[in-house]
Every structure is written in structure tokens, then in C-alpha cells.
């Protein structure tokens, strides 16, 4: 099984960035999916959940709530991460999860989002 992150970058405050998650090896709609992200020197904090099979559930970090949007695509067994507005403190490693009853399963490797003038 593998989740391949891609998508992170620099970006000045108040820009845009649209993370991806590829799921390989696994049955993507069994799983919740999930972003994570830890910046230097902190813990790792859940940014985002979408619910498994049609993702019509949603769940967000209240640091990020109405700036980011998680979405799948259950076509091209893929997670999404939109992200908007970004500010300094949401500079991290971004991580992808997929999890069951509760409980990451599975980790990519993460993708870095630097937001910095």
C-alpha cells in the first residue's frame, strides 16, 4: 500500500495551494481519509477528515475552517486538500492518512507548504 502526497510548495500569505493524495494498493472508498500536518518543533494536529464510500461527511481543525476544503475523488482513488488564505502559522509538513474504525492505517510520506513572503 502507498499514499504519494504532492502539491506543496511555497506560497506568499494569502495564496493558494491544492494538496493530492494518490492511494495505491489499497480499497480507497473502505477508508476515511485524512490530512495531518506538523510544523518544526510541534505535534502532529488533524487538519481534515472525509468520511469513507461518497465522502459526504466532512470534519476540519478549527484553525482552518472556511480557508481549507478536503474532497475525493473515489475515480482516481485520490484525496484532496484546498487550501486558501494561507498564513505563516499554516507553514507544516502536510500528511495524508487513510484510517478504519477510527485509526490511521496507512501514511504517505508528506508534501512540505512553506507560506512565507
Known amino acids: 500500500v502507498q499514499l504519494v502526497e504532492s502539491g506543496g510548495g511555497l506560497v506568499q500569505p494569502g495564496g493558494s495551494l491544492r494538496l493530492s493524495c494518490a492511494s495505491f494498493?489499497?480499497?480507497?472508498?473502505?477508508?476515511?481519509m485524512r490530512w495531518f500536518r506538523q510544523a518544526p518543533g510541534k505535534g502532529r494536529e488533524l487538519v481534515a477528515t472525509v468520511s469513507y464510500r461518497d465522502g459526504r461527511t466532512t470534519t476540519y481543525a478549527d484553525s482552518v475552517k472556511g480557508r481549507f476544503t478536503i474532497s475525493r475523488d473515489n475515480t482516481k482513488n485520490t484525496v484532496y486538500l484546498q487550501m486558501t488564505n494561507l498564513k505563516p502559522e499554516d507553514t507544516a509538513l502536510y500528511y495524508c492518512s487513510a484510517a478504519q474504525m477510527g485509526r490511521p492505517v496507512y501514511w504517505g510520506q508528506g508534501t512540505q507548504v512553506t507560506v512565507s513572503s
Open positions: 494498493g489499497l480499497t480507497f472508498t473502505d477508508f476515511n
